[in-house]
């Protein structure tokens, strides 16, 4: 692209988001830091700007209609269009997520955020990616979300969740659907996997970096005109549904 490339990244004032959002930087990308606490978001935006990066904080609930409007405005604003979308955030929801006995607003709480969020803000922002010439969108999901993996024998998917990892089959399938009705359009959207890696999402009980989870989106993101679309993918390669 001639121009500078403009990304917006959900969740993105700490781990594997923040960790998106610095590597898009370091690319020379001007990089939108997509978060609801508004102190952590400027903090992450300072840390980012002192290391070199163009970025520019964007107050964003996902679970919010007005604010995820807002932020698509903030954007047209500030840049005019939007060659990037990384849907980032998400959350585990409360435990104990055993199916016989959990609390179904955990169950919904999963879901409107790692699934409906992720629709309310694309759609909020296909707009402004279609006014790009190489529109990327990077959903990221989770090993977890492979009902291959779930339910192959000795396969380590963690504990039994009956909330966060169906929300992330339920959301490959939207990304499926998506790239089916997008498949005549330039736009690229792809699930990526970021392993295992120490955030607070978990407890810091994973085994990866968030630089190291990060991979995946970052190189979604930057996918060429001819990459694929509709797939889900890891450092490895394809991840099986």
């Keep these: 692209m001639s121009e500078q490339t403009i990304a917006l990244v959900t969740g993105a004032n700490k781990g594997i988001g923040y960790e998106i959002a610095a590597g898009l930087g370091t690319l020379g990308w001007r990089v939108g830091v997509g978060a609801r606490d508004a102190e ?4 992450a935006v300072a840390k980012l700007r002192a290391a070199g990066v163009d970025a520019f904080g964007v107050p964003l609930d996902v679970t919010d209609d007005v604010s995820v409007a807002d932020a698509a405005g903030l954007i047209e604003d500030t840049a005019g269009r939007l060659d990037v979308l990384v849907n980032n955030a998400g959350i585990t929801g409360s435990a104990p997520q055993m199916p016989t006995t959990v609390d179904v607003t955990t169950v919904r709480a ?9 629709i309310r803000v694309t759609n909020a ?3 402004l990616l279609r006014r790009s010439s190489s529109p990327r969108i990077v959903n990221m999901s989770s090993g977890v979300g492979s009902l291959t993996r779930q339910t192959t024998p000795g396969t380590d998917t963690g504990p039994i969740s009956v909330a966060y990892a169906p929300s992330k089959t339920f959301l490959n399938a939207v990304t499926v ?3 089916k009705e997008l498949s005549d359009t330039n736009i690229l959207i792809n699930a990526g996997c970021p392993g295992y890696c120490a955030t607070d999402l978990n407890g810091f009980r994973g085994f990866r970096t968030p630089e190291q989870g990060a991979a995946i989106a970052i190189q979604l993101a930057t996918l060429p005109d001819d990459g694929p679309t509709g797939g889900f993918f890891d450092d490895e390669g394809e991840v099986p549904w």
């Design 40 to 43: 952590r978001r400027e903090t």
């Design 110 to 118: 999963a879901v409107e955020t790692n699934v409906i969020g992720v």
């Design 177 to 179: 659907q998506y790239a």
């Design 125 to 127: 922002m296909l707009p």
